[in-house]
């Protein structure tokens, strides 16, 4: 897995960027294909929902009730951009 972590005064999280950048950290030690996948879901799920909207809570998962991820927008973003990380990977 990975990290995505956004500037403190928006953060949903306590995982806070060193500045005011959006900061992704996957780890090294995986494969190069799992690294792409979570680069994807780090940085085109949380990391383009931050930059389109700071305010708006929609970057970070929701765990309400379940271990289910209530977040339909970040899910949907995210399935999308692994799957084009997965597609592009076979080429
Ligand atoms: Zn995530």
Redesign the pocket.
Known sequence: ?GI?KVPKENSMTKNTSTNDNVQVTVNALLGDFVQATNVA??LY??GLLYKRDPEGKTYG?IYVASPKDDNKT?QKE?KESVKETVLNMKQ
């Open positions: 897995m995505t879901h780090e799920g949380h998962h970040l995210i």
